[in-house]
């Protein structure tokens, strides 16, 4: 799953060569665009020819210059903490807990560890395509629910808050989202399977009956996200390097950030686009 890109110049792009690049995304779920570099603006240039960015919705990972940028760090500047450490070690698909998610993730690393470094990646079509007949039929004819409130990090400015007035919180600025347990992807016609461990916590049937919370754990361990020692067939495990714009399929995929145990330096830039079609049909 994936395909190297070299010799690609932004600044030099037509507008057919960004066309074909999207076209990669769609059909090869991951592009890395080797030996890059870019500093903030230019990046966000980059960005905004391939789509709309969104900015994150919490401004505590935001990047000083340009706030577009979402940003993964270990490493303080100036006494100060930017961004936020240790980002995503759990399996997601970006903004699944907001009414429309994103179509595009696209990550630059500014400082990589010399080891345990990469993310893992799941094809959630062939997640489905691995569904026995019977979860199959219950996946196309349900929905779920899905939210932040597992993963939320806590800022600064929460701590002595009560734990209760951040839950209501949470659920006041991010309720949950509710979107289709399956639906095809608006390019490919792929059947995906939309969940994730990270934020999905209910299956409705379609009279929006709650169903066992097995079922949902079932399709979760088929497509290989309660497999902690990230062994499953299906689980793809991605390294880079310094130079790599990483751009994957957010529609298809579900990652988990590999961090490093140790607290070697590790920076990464992360932009957010919306395509030109709707996230599903």
Avoid at 175 to 199: A, M, Q, R, W
């Amino acid at each position: 799953m994936g395909v190297f890109i070299y010799e690609f110049n932004n600044k030099t792009a037509s507008d057919q060569d960004i066309q074909d690049l999207k076209e990669l995304i769609y059909k090869h779920k991951i592009v890395v665009i080797k030996e890059q570099d870019l500093s903030p603006d230019q990046y966000c240039d980059f960005g905004y020819r391939l789509g709309d960015i969104e900015k994150y919705y919490q401004p505590m990972y935001h990047h000083p210059e340009r706030e577009e940028i979402f940003v993964s760090s270990n490493v303080p500047e100036n006494g100060q903490q930017i961004g936020v450490p240790k980002t995503g070690k759990f399996w997601h698909a970006d903004y699944a807990f907001m009414p429309k998610p994103f179509a595009f993730s696209m990550v630059y690393p500014q400082a990589i560890p010399s080891k345990n470094r990469g993310t893992y990646f799941i094809d959630m079509f062939k997640a489905f395509r691995g569904l026995p007949d019977d979860l199959k039929s219950i996946a196309t004819e349900s929905s779920c629910y899905h939210s932040v409130r597992r993963f939320f990090k806590i800022r600064p400015d929460d701590v002595y808050r009560p734990i209760s007035e951040i839950l209501d919180e949470i659920e006041q600025v991010t309720p949950p989202s509710k979107h289709p347990t399956t639906f095809t992807h608006p390019v490919t016609g792929e059947t995906v399977l939309y969940i994730n461990d990270g934020f999905t916590y209910r299956i409705d049937n379609s009279e929006e009956e709650p169903l066992d919370t097995n079922i949902l754990q079932k399709m979760l361990a088929i497509s290989g996200q309660l497999d902690n020692r990230f062994e499953h067939p299906l689980i793809e495990h991605h390294e880079f390097e310094l130079g790599d714009v990483r751009i994957w399929d957010n529609r298809s995929l579900v990652h988990c950030a590999h961090h490093a145990a140790n607290s070697e330096p590790t920076i990464s830039f992360r932009l957010t686009l919306y395509d030109s079609y709707p996230f599903y049909e």
